[in-house]
């Protein structure tokens, strides 16, 4: 099996508000160039057995992942299959509190996809898109932090 994929951001802010702001408020910061729909909603329960959807206006969904674990607030386990158009990959995503700082870890690995030499192409695609993600959760928060209480979304 290849080596998985880390991608990782320093929030200014608890575990519990990034962990919240990662799942129950994703629809807030998911970057618009990795959106399938113009106007979409995008949502992720949490819950085991939930998922990660995009929903468009018209009505279709797009599926990016299953959670099969997730430990509030301090993990979620993802098979990530974005439209299942292939044996999932597996992401998990860590918030680990440090002093007033939440370490906010992406780990993308190959899983059940097995997909061996495939991997060095696909990994180059999922590290472009996690970085473009926690750089939109990154600045999310900073600029909720930067708003202060009144009319935060965080």
Known sequence: MS???????TLRCSVEHAFE???????YWWPSGHRRY??????LDASEHGQLVERAP???TFV?????????PNKICLEWHPGKS???TDVTITFE??????NVKVEHAEGKSALGTQWDDRVAL???????VIAALSHHIERANSAGPAGNRA
């Open 3 to 9: 080596e998985p994929l880390i991608k990782s951001v």
């Open 21 to 27: 702001t990662f799942t129950a408020k994703v629809d």
């Open 38 to 43: 113009k106007s979409s909603k995008i949502s």
């Open 58 to 60: 018209t009505g279709e």
């Open 64 to 72: 990016f992942a299953d959670v099969y674990d997730c430990e509030v």
């Open 86 to 88: 292939s044996i999932p």
């Open 97 to 102: 509190q440090d002093g007033d700082f939440t």
């Open 126 to 132: 999922f590290a472009k898109g996690w970085i473009a």
